[in-house]
């Protein structure tokens, strides 16, 4: 009993001390100590019968020097060439790695955030209409959307139903994909 008590109290000092360490000189050592913590607490509550919830911080999927600095970039979004932007989908979904967009810090002219232009981007974006729309929009399914004053659930559409991103959403001559209005009539 020793051991389980003395595992309990570390991954319990640790849990309440980590949010002091963010972004303190060694974020690889900190996450390091983040995961060990977790690892235990879930070791002992899994002992005692119950599960533990689901890590409340996401793990980038490959290493790069970018994050010893960035770190939470993956929970940023903002509008980029006049379009929505996730760094989560890029990062976490997608595993695109940071130079693939910007430039280091360097190399990159003053003022430069991104180095790629919306021809770059479109690349990736929107080639085919067979796509596996999920990889890159895959949030939506948990989300609400608010559409002409009414909320719209993609979850509920996509998997109470038969119905897929296509049937309901076209690809333009632009690479953009719109909502055919049109369809909604045919079962509302």
Not at 36 to 63: A, F, N, V
Not at 100 to 111: A, L
Request: aromatic share 8%; charged share 30%; glycine share 6%.
């Amino acid at each position: 009993m020793g051991g389980h008590f003395q595992s309990e109290s570390v991954a319990g000092l640790n849990r309440n001390r980590w949010p002091l360490w963010i972004g303190i000189y060694n974020v690889d050592y900190s996450l390091k100590i983040l995961n060990k913590t977790y690892e235990l607490i879930d070791e002992t509550i899994r002992k005692s019968g119950k599960k533990i919830s689901e890590k409340y911080w996401e793990e980038i999927p490959y290493r790069s020097s970018c994050l010893r600095c960035h770190q939470g970039i993956e929970s940023q979004q903002g509008i980029i060439h006049g379009k929505n932007f996730s760094h989560r989908t890029h990062i976490i979904n997608s595993k695109i790695e940071c130079e693939k967009c910007h430039r280091r810090h360097e190399e990159k002219p003053k003022g430069e955030v991104l180095f790629i232009s919306l021809n770059g981007c479109t690349k990736c974006h929107h080639q085919t209409v067979n796509r596996d729309c999920q990889v890159c929009h895959g949030e939506l399914k948990t989300k609400e959307i608010k559409y002409e004053s009414k909320l719209f659930s993609h979850q509920f559409h996509v998997e109470d139903t038969d119905l897929n991103c296509n049937n309901c959403h076209f690809l333009t001559k632009e690479k953009n994909f719109l909502l055919n209005k049109n369809k909604c009539s045919e079962c509302h």
